[in-house]
């Protein structure tokens, strides 16, 4: 299981942006000669903070490679976080968080006496949607009120189209962070992002038009067998057209057609985000239908490997406090 966030091409995305990164990949030369047969791997990325401070990071890692391990697998996992523990200390970093995809990684590195942290980059819960059921079948199990709006939508004459225009998706975006109170990045990051179509990923810009109108808009990134619903906004003047609505379901009939086996709407959590969690779980099904469209997933969660004992109390003292 390999995540999008742990290719080299996003490692290079981060570094586009300001970041300091490395990539931990142990492991002999491959005997076919193409780089490392690797036995741990992990795009690590560095993060300011307050006080001049900053932490490593490694989004949906590390990724181990059982089947290449040969010196012993506690040798192996000490070694990586021996290497974690230098390039923290030579940064002046405060600590290292890494939020892995799966249980048995966890639990490998868990046992070393590592902190769980409540705070999480990446969103632990998600909803992924199977492509490769029919529409109809898509449309059967997904719930009434999503289907319903679906169909709003379509009575409201909402067009859907691929797009390059960044400002009509910056302005919806803009309207969207202030009114549900989340954070944004900048501009130039989706700038940059939008531009990351090289090797092993794809990023599109999607709008959905009413009367030639942008009223919504996403940013979706494929990766292997999945698309990715990384960003979305939407003009909430224009709620009544279910524009939204009508963007998913051309998102998932286009995958579908171009051979793609998951959608993965990227991030659920009923308390920070009521009202989006309510939309993606519309899309899983009603529990009376039987088995709905998509299933929910769950990540292990996040963890840290305090380098810094006292800046480590003074971060996580101001995320209480604030």
């Not at 040969?70 to 976080?81: A, C, R, T, V, Y």
């Not at 898509?138 to 409201?156: G, P």
């Not at 954070?183 to 130039?188: G, I």
Request: with cysteine; hydrophobic share 35%.
């Amino acid at each position: 299981m390999k995540s999008f966030l742990q290719t080299t091409e996003w490692l290079k995305f981060q570094e586009s942006i300001g970041h300091k990164t490395w990539q931990f990949n142990d492991g002999p030369p491959s005997p076919e000669g193409y780089g490392r047969a690797s036995k741990i791997r992990a795009n690590i990325i560095q993060h300011k903070v307050a006080f001049g401070k900053n932490y490593l990071y490694i989004p949906h890692g590390p990724e181990i490679f059982f089947d290449t391990l040969s010196g012993g697998l506690k040798n192996e996992i000490d070694n990586f976080l021996n290497y974690l523990k230098k390039l923290a200390k030579e940064n002046k970093s405060i600590f290292v968080k890494f939020e892995p995809l799966t249980d048995v990684v966890t639990e490998l590195v868990f046992r070393k006496g590592i902190k769980k942290s409540k705070k999480h980059i990446q969103p632990q819960k998600t909803v992924i949607i199977n492509l490769s059921l029919f529409e109809e079948d898509l449309l059967s199990r997904m719930h009434h009120k999503t289907r319903y709006n679906i169909k709003v939508a379509e009575r409201s004459q909402v067009k859907i189209e691929d797009s390059n225009d960044l400002n009509a998706f910056w302005e919806l975006l803009k309207k969207t962070s202030k009114r549900d109170q989340f954070y944004s990045h900048n501009k130039e990051y989706y700038k940059k992002l939008l531009a990351l179509n090289n090797g092993e990923l794809k990023v599109d810009l999607v709008l959905a038009y009413c009367n030639g109108k942008p009223v919504a808009g996403a940013i979706i990134l494929c990766y292997g067998d999945t698309g990715y619903y990384l960003h979305g906004a939407s003009d909430y003047s224009h709620r009544q057209l279910m524009a939204p609505y009508a963007l998913h379901w051309e998102n998932i009939k286009y995958l579908k057609q171009k051979g793609f086996k998951y959608y993965d709407l990227w991030g659920i959590d009923a308390q920070r985000w009521p009202g989006v969690t309510r939309f993606k779980l519309g899309w899983l099904g009603s529990p009376k239908q039987g088995e709905g469209g998509g299933r929910l997933v769950e990540y292990p969660g996040s963890f840290d490997i305090p380098v810094s004992k006292f800046w480590y109390f003074v971060y996580n003292l101001k995320n209480k406090i604030f």
